[in-house]
């Protein structure tokens, strides 16, 4: 089977639930998670550094199920905005915990897939019998980001930590210009291209044709859903509070589509009418930090440690943006096929989707792109469209739009809350349920796993 | 919460001037601190009867320096005045009167301890009157001793011999800094039940316990004396405050619960997490409690009911909920904490009053429930005790507050925190269905 030329294993090939199954391989388990609610840049954290984050979130855990002093396998964790002193900077929040000092650690860095992908990575430790239990996190901060100096500047500095006698460091110096000592803003523009994710995005929006009024009310539901959440006590055991914040910072839970619709555009402005993306319907820049508990069956039964989902399977896939073949961030849409066909399952066997919400639209297009008969055909090698999502399935605790993304930190927001939604709804209902997530991310990546309830 | 002018009389030239000035001059208390021994100096054991003896040939067992008669000028730790079987009110005198002799000899962080019987099942009007003159007697004394002495009485019910588990747990207590500001207080220990502590370091040592709002002040002091003393802790608080309960969870190397206790299922909760962790729950602390104080004539339904909630409806439930568990049935233990104003009242509080009152009432009525299941519940109740929520009172109240008792200062919040891991252990056993005041026996109240 090929999907867009890229060759992949179908079923049929390779045996049903290869990576959950094979022999010598035992299962990684979801144990729980730990968030602290995110925070809008500039907001509750913004004297919070990441290692201060991360350590919070890890500490929460740690209390959360007990594991003072435990030397955990690995802990694994990344953030995308990131200041070069952090070169260690998951070692350092474990020695600032209150692990074992003896836990190993390390850090990760896949944009915004960073949080998923280190759910991928100890989980596949953990099967391998290299680890028996792990930490996956992630955070980042978008108000303490690292400023960098220009590349002028820069250059002078290491040229004079070089030069030898007097005249050469005066030579040095006098080649400085004052625009060389302004400072570089962080920005998240794509190196390739210069144009930033949301105007990526704009330009996705506007070849899927996705209405304004659809992301509008895909924004809506995401503060509902999670506001619901909250007044449910479903976060009572995911989030510790942090820095005097209870809540996501960026939640509107009395928000209306009126107030959503009457929101100015900032993204694709030269698009005219297609003009769709408001800061309604877009993620804020968010700080945050979150973290994951995974085990081996053995490790959590000897501890009485629940076990909420099995950490199934996962697929990464990139796509062509730079030459705008794909959008930036449509990755998912190929990461999600080659998953499923993989493990012999269809969309109809995914009981809840958690489709990462970096904007309304990119939500929207992947779903455009999966329901398109063409695109089924032509891009993704089947015989007509991917297929179509519940929406009542989609997203049902809220995502980013509501909750805000710091980049590094959203794979363990939505796997710890994925993973306590299928197990609950096991327990009610007597069966295996199996949960989705996908998250795009820059550089035009896209994760994509698979959890089911224990 | 520091009290700035114990802290001055007790040093240098602010001693001095109060002295002259006749200032209070509260005394720093013998607090317990593990390795230290139960007691310094000799223990004087007062009375003639078998219980005398008998109490005293058992705190000789404990490696103590026990004596019958005291030498005078000799500093004495403890005297311990045994009037179990006193009939008329005339046959006070003679032990009493003998233990007078030494008071001037008890050091500082003595300790009186009367042992006689309740005046309600006395047997004659004349024994009645006895036992009840103890009372006056005790509660008096308590207020004549200085330097951080305290004076305590125990009640034991007819079946109780002075060397029941009961008896000795509490005498140890009330010797031990543990009691620190418990003082001027009776405690009845109704049944010989009780098992004596293995371990006298860690009496708690394999218990399962649970404390609500843990976050901090009292609940986070019992939670790291509870955990000092063995015991496995689940700290419970609301899920608003779970960032300061993951500290003290990390601290004592327990688990957190973030949790509403007024949610429906909390008891099942409680349980739920408790068991799935530990297998069973032994201990149960109520000690969450809010205050929305208001004159009775201002007060608004919001304000009345949050406080009826959260301090004593949400127990009631709780309690229902652990009764009937069959995980909650190796000698379990609950300690609710109550408090003056419960007792005394207290002006503005009349919703807390009535929810801490309620406190007293539901741990009463329960006691022969859960005795039913070989298990004990108990209550506290705090007097003026140097907390975040006694800092936010006006200073000249607070100065008022603070001084009104007869150890001249307020409690810290480890002295609630020692008695309730007292009435938890398994020696307390026998102790059941009481109300004991950590007050420093306030000049308001009972």
């Known amino acids: 089977m090929s999907i867009d030329g890229q060759t992949t294993t179908g079923p049929d090939e390779a045996g049903a639930s290869a990576a959950a199954s094979a022999p010598g391989l035992r299962r990684a388990v979801i144990v729980g998670g730990n968030r602290i609610p995110f925070a809008r840049a500039g907001g509750a954290y913004a004297k919070s550094s990441n290692q201060d984050m991360l350590t919070a979130a890890l500490d929460g855990l740690i209390a959360r199920f007990g594991l003072q002093d435990e030397r955990i396998g690995e802990v694994a964790a990344g953030a995308v905005l990131k200041h070069s002193r952090d070169f260690n900077l998951t070692r350092e929040a474990v020695l600032g915990s209150a692990l074992s000092p003896e836990t190993p650690a390390y850090d990760l860095q896949q944009a915004c897939a960073t949080g998923l992908e280190t759910v991928v990575g100890l989980s596949n430790k953990i099967k391998l019998g290299q680890i028996d239990s792990g930490i996956a996190g992630g955070v980042d901060s978008a108000s303490d980001a690292p400023v960098v100096v220009s590349e002028g500047l820069r250059e002078a500095i290491l040229d004079l930590h070089r030069a030898k006698s007097l005249p050469q460091r005066l030579q040095i110096l006098s080649r400085l210009r004052p625009k060389d000592l302004a400072p570089l803003a962080p920005g998240t523009s794509e190196p390739r291209t210069g144009l930033s994710m949301g105007e990526h995005q704009a330009l996705t929006t506007s070849q899927w044709k996705v209405s304004r009024e659809a992301q509008d009310e895909l924004a809506l539901n995401s503060h509902r859903n999670l506001a619901a959440a909250y007044d449910a006590g479903f976060f009572d055991d995911l989030l510790t509070p942090y820095r005097g914040l209870t809540r996501d910072g960026n939640l509107r839970a009395d928000t209306s589509l009126e107030k959503l619709s009457g929101l100015k555009p900032v993204f694709g402005k030269n698009l005219g009418a297609d003009a769709t993306m408001t800061a309604g319907n877009s993620t804020p820049l968010t700080d945050g930090a979150s973290t994951v508990l995974l085990a081996s069956d053995e490790w959590a039964d000897a501890r009485d440690l629940p076990k909420l989902a099995a950490v199934v399977d996962a697929e990464a896939a990139a796509v062509d943006f730079v030459h705008g073949k794909d959008g930036l961030l449509m990755a998912p849409v190929f990461a999600v096929p080659r998953l499923l066909a993989r493990q012999g399952l269809t969309l109809e066997d995914i009981d809840f989707f958690e489709i990462h919400e970096a904007f309304a639209s990119t939500v929207l297009s992947i779903l455009a792109a999966w329901e398109d008969e063409d695109f089924g055909r032509t891009r993704l090698g089947l015989d007509g469209a991917f297929g179509k999502i519940d929406r009542s399935r989609l997203n049902v605790n809220g995502s980013s739009l509501a909750a805000g993304h710091p980049f590094a930190a959203t794979g363990g927001r939505i796997v710890a809350s994925l993973a306590k939604t299928v197990h609950a709804t096991a327990r009610a209902e007597g069966r295996p349920v199996r949960g989705l997530v996908s998250v795009c991310a820059a550089g035009g990546l896209g994760v994509a796993a698979i959890l089911e309830s224990l | ?446």
Request: charged share 20%.
């Open chain 2, 1 to 446: 919460m520091t009290d700035t002018y114990a802290h001055l009389v007790n040093q240098g030239l602010g001693r001095n001037v109060a002295k002259r000035l006749g200032l209070p001059q509260p005394a720093v208390l013998r607090r317990y601190r593990p390795g230290q021994p139960l007691i310094t100096g000799p223990i004087v054991v007062q009375g003639n009867t078998p219980g005398a003896d008998n109490l005293a040939a058992e705190l000789l067992s404990w490696d103590l320096d026990v004596r019958r008669h005291a030498v005078p000028k000799e500093k004495l730790g403890a005297i311990i005045v045994v009037l179990d079987d006193v009939a008329r009110p005339e046959d006070l005198g003679k032990p009493v009167l003998a233990a007078a002799a030494s008071l001037r000899d008890l050091g500082p962080g003595g300790r009186i301890i009367t042992v006689s019987r309740p005046a309600s099942d006395a047997a004659t009007p004349a024994q009645a009157a006895a036992r009840q003159g103890v009372d006056g007697l005790l509660r008096s004394l308590a207020k004549e001793l200085r330097a951080g002495a305290t004076g305590n009485g125990l009640l034991l019910a007819p079946n109780v011999e002075t060397t029941s588990p009961g008896a000795l747990a509490a005498v140890r207590f009330f010797l031990s800094g543990r009691s620190a500001f418990v003082d001027g207080q009776f405690l009845t220990v109704s049944t010989a039940a009780g098992e004596p502590p293995r371990n006298v370091e860690k009496p708690l040592e394999g218990r399962i316990a649970v404390v609500t709002g843990a976050a901090r002040g009292i609940g986070a002091a019992i939670a790291r004396t509870l955990h000092r003393d063995g015991a496995t802790m689940v700290l419970v608080d609301i899920p608003a405050a779970g960032d300061h309960l993951a500290e003290v969870a990390n601290e004592v190397k327990g688990t957190a619960l973030q949790l509403d206790i007024t949610r429906d299922d909390a008891g099942q909760r409680i349980l739920e997490h408790a068991v799935q962790r530990h297998g069973r729950l032994d201990i149960m602390v109520h000690n969450a409690g809010i205050t929305r104080d208001k004159l009775l004539a201002n007060m608004d339904e919001s304000r009345w009911n949050s406080v009826i909630q959260v301090n004593i409806a949400a127990q009631l439930r709780i309690n229902e909920a652990l009764l009937a568990s069959e995980h909650f049935r190796s000698s379990p233990r609950i300690v609710s904490v109550a408090s003056t104003s419960g007792i005394a009242g207290n002006r503005g509080q009349t919703n807390y009053a009535a929810s801490k009152g309620g406190v007293v009432g539901m741990v009463r009525a329960t006691a022969p429930l859960i005795a039913a299941h070989g298990g004990s519940i108990n209550a506290v109740a705090p007097g003026f005790i140097e907390t975040e929520m006694t800092a936010r009172i006006p200073f000249a109240l607070r100065e008022v507050g603070r001084r009104l008792n007869s150890l001249q200062q307020g409690g810290q919040p480890a002295d609630v925190a020692e008695t309730i891991a007292f009435l938890a252990s398994d020696a307390a056993g026998g102790i059941n269905g009481e109300v004991l005041r950590v007050c420093g026996q306030n000049l308001v109240g009972a």
